[in-house]
């Protein structure tokens, strides 16, 4: 059963800690992607990746880091520079170039306190 | 960069009627175009997408039009029911790998 798997689906952290947020894909897609959503703001890009070893910052980098050090797996870090971290994260893929169908994982909610 | 607006941002339909959901964009060079479903605590789902090499794509009840002169595309249901109540996003792709998503729209089909 290919698919996106994100976990935990609710993370709990007091604030000043980093965090990091687990993505997996076994849908052999070169690209993935970090989405944040708020309410009444969509979905903004985070950072995104279109092959291992590689990513690039989204329109709100600042305060997360990724890495892409296999194809499957980019998890992401919300670090304690993150000043507003309290949000819906969503992980995505594609299969890569000039392929733009974006598949997404279940989200994780994180709240910071 | 591209810039996507959606409206409405609600939308109460009654079942059986239809609902429309509109969307514009800035970049010229944006040649795909998704809509995405998502239900109340899960990720997104690609449910209909149009390349601008076409104006119109229908899947069942879901049909999607465009307008490259305008820039602007559009998400038609029809026979609405009560589970096509969620938030539907549209896209657009810029010209480059990633997307731009509109803000969303809440669609409540009320039986």
């Known amino acids: 059963d290919g698919g996106i798997t994100q976990s935990p689906k609710y993370l709990f952290r007091k604030e000043g800690q980093n965090v990091t947020l687990s993505c997996e894909q076994n849908l052999n897609h070169d690209a993935m992607y970090w989405y944040r959503q708020d309410p009444g703001q969509g979905l903004r890009l985070i950072y995104y990746s279109q092959i291992v070893n590689d990513f690039q910052k989204g329109d709100i980098a600042e305060g997360y880091s990724v890495s892409r050090e296999k194809k499957e797996s980019f998890p992401l870090t919300v670090t304690s520079a993150q000043k507003n971290p309290t949000a819906f994260y969503l992980c995505?893929?594609?299969?890569?170039?000039?392929?733009?169908?974006?598949?997404f994982g279940p989200g994780t909610r994180l709240t910071v306190t | 960069g591209e810039n996507v607006e959606q409206h409405p941002s609600t939308l109460s339909v009654q079942e059986g009627d239809s609902a429309v959901i509109k969307c514009t964009y800035s970049?010229?060079?944006?040649?795909?175009f998704p809509w995405y479903k998502q239900e109340l605590g899960k990720g997104p789902q690609l449910i209909i997408d149009i390349r601008s090499n076409v104006g119109e794509k229908k899947d069942q009840r879901i049909a999607v039009t465009l307008n490259k002169t305008a820039k602007h595309f559009s998400l038609h249901i029809t026979e609405t029911q009560p589970e096509d109540s969620a938030v539907y996003f549209c896209?657009?792709?810029?010209?480059?790998?990633?997307?731009?998503f509109g803000i969303g729209t809440k669609l409540q089909v009320i039986p």
């Open positions: 970049d010229s060079a944006s040649n795909y």
């Open positions: 896209a657009a792709n810029g010209g480059y790998q990633k997307v731009t």
């Open positions: 995505a893929s594609s299969m890569g170039l000039s392929s733009y169908e974006q598949y």
